[in-house]
């Protein structure tokens, strides 16, 4: 295509001009001398300023098709129009700015895209300085110009990592080569949604639920450089279009539901999340329905993927923040993280223990009365974990000032379920690092109650010995019936016939002894 362009190159009459345009690059390279010469040549006359803007657009019509140098020249620089033209201008260089290059190939139409980013230079100079309205022309052809460099189709290799779910910290970060070129089109997108020239109600019928809904699409970007500058403008969009707003609320959680209950893997949850943490904290009072069910349906599932641990600050930051407009949430929350408990991973329980804080901490002591049963049943079960890191960040809690609170205030029940844990972890446990912190929060809670204590102290003893006396009965019984497991632990009836018995030979159930 380019060199159909380059054939189409007018003859020079000049011989200054046919030695400046020996060759195609030269041409380009000459034709951007000649724009800064523009610049010192405008106040010595018309004549010389109309012979280099002619030279300047002999030079991008060559370059460029003649679609897209269409009317003013777009190499001209601003400061050489008069302001009724500087529109113009402008839609001529966003014109310039849609033809889109192939950068996988750095010695690929190098001039080409030199002027293009010179081009992309002028724009967001422009936009910086501008006092003037934005027209709708402009405001059409600035998303024209977006939507053909930003929006695209990631490559395959960017959708088949083996990992299952975003990005890991092992993993080495994908740097997308038109990274230099991108930059300047997303620099662009973000002073212009940021301009004050920019009327949010002509800007939001060209920056609408497609656009939005496209932009979101580019998240799942492999680039963190990309994702961080898209996060930014996501923010700028939302605070400048509040018609979209509730659009793009929908949207974001129709992404979390996507990840979580289908692809398990999208690489821009944690810039999504980190957006919604600053929208969250600006939430008036009381909390809409539609707030608290995001939180219920979007933001506490998301604790439900293995790779949970690449978002998980900016899932917990969003989680208080909705504590902290509502503290009636807390049980809500509370509950959410209980069903999701991890059973098998140390790693996320670990993190799960470190939420839990964060979460009991902004915590009142009606909210934990509603769910303080199954909390500290698996508070009990996370102190007996043979995982050291599982155990010593589960006593780490009491460390907290406003946690022993809760507890003392509570005692009565909290102290019942939690002691015989420590008990067993303070006779059995292998970590001595675990014993020397499980014998100081034993001291807290022996200086909390001490009586209290002491009848949990008898009580667990108690259960010690009718456990073992049970285990010695269990024992007792299988030697009598040989190892035969037809007959249950008390005295009942024989299972159901059939059943395939674990010592057939000795089968204290004769017909079962024939089968075999």
Not at 359 to 379: D, G, H, S, Y
């Amino acid at each position: 295509m380019w060199k159909q362009f380059l054939s189409k190159l007018p003859h020079k009459s000049s011989k200054s001009i046919n030695a400046s345009d020996s060759t195609p690059n030269h041409a380009a390279s000459n034709g951007l001398n000649s724009g800064c010469s523009i610049q010192r040549t405008t106040s010595s006359g018309n004549v010389a300023s109309g012979r280099a803007a002619a030279t300047v657009k002999r030079m991008s019509s060559a370059i460029f098709p003649s679609s897209v140098v269409a009317g003013i020249e777009p190499l001209l620089s601003f400061k050489d129009v008069p302001n009724h033209e500087k529109p113009n201008l402008f839609i001529s260089k966003l014109n310039l700015c849609c033809v889109v290059f192939d950068f996988s190939d750095p010695n690929k139409n190098s001039v080409e895209k030199d002027l293009k980013r010179q081009a992309l230079m002028d724009l967001v100079d422009y936009v910086n300085t501008t006092t003037s309205r934005f027209t709708e022309p402009m405001i059409a052809t600035s998303c024209k110009m977006f939507a053909a460099n930003l929006f695209r189709v990631f490559p395959p290799n960017y959708r088949s990592g083996s990992s299952g779910g975003g990005e890991n910290e092992e993993e080495e970060p994908m740097f997308d080569p038109a990274w230099s070129h991108l930059q300047g089109v997303y620099d662009l997108l973000h002073r212009f949604i940021a301009s004050s020239s920019l009327d949010a109600k002509i800007g939001k019928k060209y920056i609408d639920h497609s656009f939005i809904l496209r932009l979101l699409e580019l998240f799942d970007s492999e680039d963190p450089r990309e994702r961080e500058c898209l996060k930014t403008i996501l923010h700028k969009c939302y605070g400048k279009f509040m018609v979209h707003r509730p659009f793009i609320r929908k949207a974001v959680s129709n992404i979390f539901y996507r990840f979580v209950f289908e692809t398990d893997r999208h690489n821009g949850i944690a810039e999504l999340l980190e957006v919604f943490g600053s929208v969250i904290s600006g939430f008036a009072l009381p909390l809409k329905e539609e707030h608290k069910i995001f939180l219920s349906r979007a933001l506490i599932p998301l604790h439900k993927p293995r790779t949970v641990g690449v978002y998980f600050q900016q899932l917990t930051y969003c989680v208080t923040q909705y504590i902290e407009k509502d503290p009636k949430l807390a049980s809500t929350i509370i509950r959410g993280l209980l069903k999701f408990w991890p059973v098998t991973n140390s790693q996320k329980e670990v993190m799960f223990l470190s939420e839990l804080e964060e979460v009991l901490e902004a915590t009142n002591v009606a909210e934990l009365q509603k769910c303080m049963v199954p909390l500290f049943r698996r508070i009990a079960c996370c102190l007996n974990s043979s995982h050291f890191q599982v155990a010593e960040r589960a006593l780490f809690l009491w460390n907290n000032d406003h946690i022993t609170n809760l507890v003392a205030q509570n005692r009565q029940v909290i102290i019942p379920i939690i002691f015989p844990a420590l008990e067993r972890n303070s006779q059995n446990h292998w970590n001595q690092a675990v014993l020397n912190v499980t014998l100081n929060v034993k001291k807290i809670l022996t200086e909390m109650d001490e009586e209290l204590i002491l009848a949990c102290q008898t009580k667990f003893e108690e259960d010690e010995d009718e456990r073992i006396t049970l285990e010695e009965k269990r024992r007792m019984k299988w030697e009598h019936f040989g190892g035969c497991c037809c007959r249950p632990a008390g005295d009942g009836e024989h299972r159901r016939p059939g059943y395939a018995c674990c010592n057939p030979r000795h089968c204290c159930y004769s017909g079962l002894a024939l089968l075999f």
